[in-house]
């Protein structure tokens, strides 16, 4: 599937002054010490949650969730605030075989070469897409905020960490069929452990080239604009990246890094025209926290980064169906249009969204007859895997 190629990344949706986002804003980390949002945080991260006996939320579903979530939790935390374990920024060389002398550096004479070897070492170690781009410092942060002590740590990445290198991991259709169900949130664990596992691996293989590399997941940067910028996608009413051939069902990780590459081109393929006319993530928001109508550069609350046209997300009320949920939701992910397996069918719609626009109306029409986007019951996962 072609995409049409366009000059602007992630810039095409900036309309003002765009400064660098401050992490402790982000929907994850206000529970921890925005006085509004502490009790919401109890409930969040701090409330049992016993098994309930309903398709989703019994006790063999919920451990599924903590277990998708286990390399993430224990040996990243790039929703913490990463820079330990598979994302650290420092690391001991405690074991390596073959032992290759130190200082060594790989040739950049061809440097399209050893870009398309990096992006096929990260397709072997699991990505399903992958993309380089010029980093944009506006879409670093300005400051981390590790959940470790919770103490605002401004950035400390170095001017030398001029590229990056975003990642997509495709989640498991059937699963995200069954949110706002825990097959969905294990789907989501499990995309955030593959993603320390693919850029902490990626990150290690580029330092074995001789180049500085951190692997980051949500931490350190904001993925969606890189990603952008990476030619990976365009951005949605539902906030999420929208990629060609995944939808909105992927999550997305990036290595920074100081070894020159050859950046891929932004893409555009009908995202935008198609979310001026669905509105059924909005609809299907249980929070009602997607809006609805035409873009905007108004703010919900601090967690939206000003500066941008776009369909701003109300984070505090999408965390407070989550915590009222007992696990997440992925609604805006099950009912986008976009979020289809590959096939012949399903690809000639694509096509049709990017080339046709004047047909999307009809493809709209089509994807309700068709009841795509319904909610499968998550027994039905146990027993179709
Ligand atoms: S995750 Fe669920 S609650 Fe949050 S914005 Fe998406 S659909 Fe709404
Ligand atoms: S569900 Fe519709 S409006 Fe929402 S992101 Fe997908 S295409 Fe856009």
Redesign the pocket.
């Known amino acids: 599937m072609k995409a049409r190629f366009v000059d602007q990344g992630a810039d095409r949706y900036v309309v003002g002054n765009v400064t660098q986002f401050d992490q402790k804003n982000e929907m994850f980390c206000r529970p921890l010490w925005d006085e509004e949002m502490l009790d919401l945080g109890k409930k969040f991260y701090m409330t049992e949650v016993p098994p309930r006996n309903k398709p989703g939320y019994r006790l063999k579903d919920q451990a599924m969730v903590n277990a998708a979530w286990h390399l993430e939790n224990t040996f990243a935390q790039g929703v913490a605030g990463g820079r330990m374990g598979m994302y650290a920024w420092e690391w001991d060389q405690i074991f390596e075989f073959p032992l290759v002398p130190p200082g060594l550096k790989i040739d950049l004479d061809n440097p399209a070469e050893v870009t398309d070897g990096i992006k096929r070492v990260a397709k072997f170690f699991g990505s399903a897409l992958v993309g380089v781009c010029k980093l944009d410092r506006r879409w670093v942060y300005s400051a981390a905020f590790p959940f470790r002590d919770q103490k605002p740590t401004p950035s400390e990445l170095g001017d030398q960490y001029q590229y990056a290198i975003a990642i997509a991991i495709e989640m498991n259709y059937q699963a995200i069929r069954c949110s706002p169900t825990s097959p969905s949130s294990a789907a989501t664990g499990l995309g955030y452990s593959k993603m320390a596992f693919i850029a902490g691996l990626l990150a290690h293989y580029i330092r074995g080239l001789g180049f500085k590399a951190i692997a980051c997941g949500n931490d350190t940067a904001c993925s969606i604009p890189i990603a952008i910028d990476a030619g990976l996608g365009e951005l ?3 906030g ?1 990246l ?1 990629t060609q051939a995944f ?2 069902r992927i999550r997305l990780a990036k290595v920074l890094t100081d070894m020159p590459l050859i950046a891929d081109r932004p893409i555009e393929f009908g ?1 935008w025209d ?2 001026l006319k ?5 609809v299907k928001c249980p929070s009602q926290s ?1 809006a609805y109508g035409e873009p905007t550069d108004k703010l919900n609350n601090i967690s939206n980064r000003q500066g941008l046209l776009r369909w701003p997300i109300n984070a505090v009320e999408c965390l407070r169906f989550w915590a009222a949920n007992g696990t997440d939701c992925a609604n ?1 992910i099950r ?5 289809k397996p590959t096939g012949w069918l399903h690809d000639t719609v694509r096509w049709g969204v990017r080339n046709l626009r004047w047909l999307n109306p009809f493809f709209l029409w089509m994807d309700d007859i068709c009841g795509y986007g319904k909610q499968t019951n998550a027994d039905k996962f146990w027993t179709t895997q």
């Open positions: 949605a009413r539902n999420l929208i939808g909105p995202v198609f979310c669905c509105e059924k993530c909005a997607i805006c009912t986008c249009p976009f979020n």
